[in-house]
């Protein structure tokens, strides 16, 4: 019971504010509380690997590895990826060898000469001969003029034909779109 009447006005201050306050909660147009963000076009990567080098089965689990060939690429940043770094799949042998995990870290060349490694970590689906996926991609350079990659935030999708070696991958940096 409220018999003090600084607790009955602190009462009465929390109903009014919680009241006031905008309700972000599930409406039937809009399930989240912010707008899907905006994809922004980056990055175009023609990519080379090798075959699968090394390939082993264990408790379920199947891996694989091939080494990155090179590749160019255009858009914001125009370069190579130098042939060095291995890519890493895992599939589980539930998923039938149609999903799988995909692990790379690739050693870009801009064409001024600037070094930046690139990781990209995500998921490729199979329907062979085609495979298709999505990736979260980060960059890290000391490069003064490539340092905002670092705190970018990117997307990729890609797609090939296996076994040809050759991949399409589309960039795209994230930005926000705002609230609803």
Do not use: W
């Not at 390939?55 to 914001?76: F, K, P």
């Not at 895992?90 to 790379?104: G, H, I, M, R």
């Amino acid at each position: 019971m409220l018999r003090n009447p600084a607790c009955l006005a602190l009462a009465a201050l929390s109903a009014i504010a919680s009241m006031t306050q905008p309700a972000y909660s599930q409406s039937s147009k809009h399930v989240t509380v912010l707008k899907p963000p905006a994809l922004v076009p980056f990055l175009h990567i023609d990519l080379r690997v090798a075959n699968s080098t090394y390939v082993t089965a264990t408790n379920g689990v199947l891996t694989a590895q091939a080494n990155n060939q090179g590749g160019t690429i255009t858009g914001n940043i125009t370069g190579q990826i130098i042939q060095l770094g291995t890519e890493y799949e895992t599939f589980p042998t539930a998923a039938n060898a149609t999903e799988s995990t995909y692990d790379n870290l690739f050693t870009l060349n801009t064409t001024d000469g600037t070094p930046i490694l690139m990781t990209v970590n995500g998921n490729i689906h199979y329907a062979l001969p085609h495979l298709h996926g999505f990736a979260r991609i980060t960059f890290s350079t000391d490069a003064a003029k490539y340092r905002y990659l670092s705190y970018g935030d990117y997307v990729a999708e890609f797609d090939a034909i296996f076994p040809s070696g050759r991949v399409s991958v589309d960039v795209f940096e994230l930005r926000t779109s705002g609230r609803y």
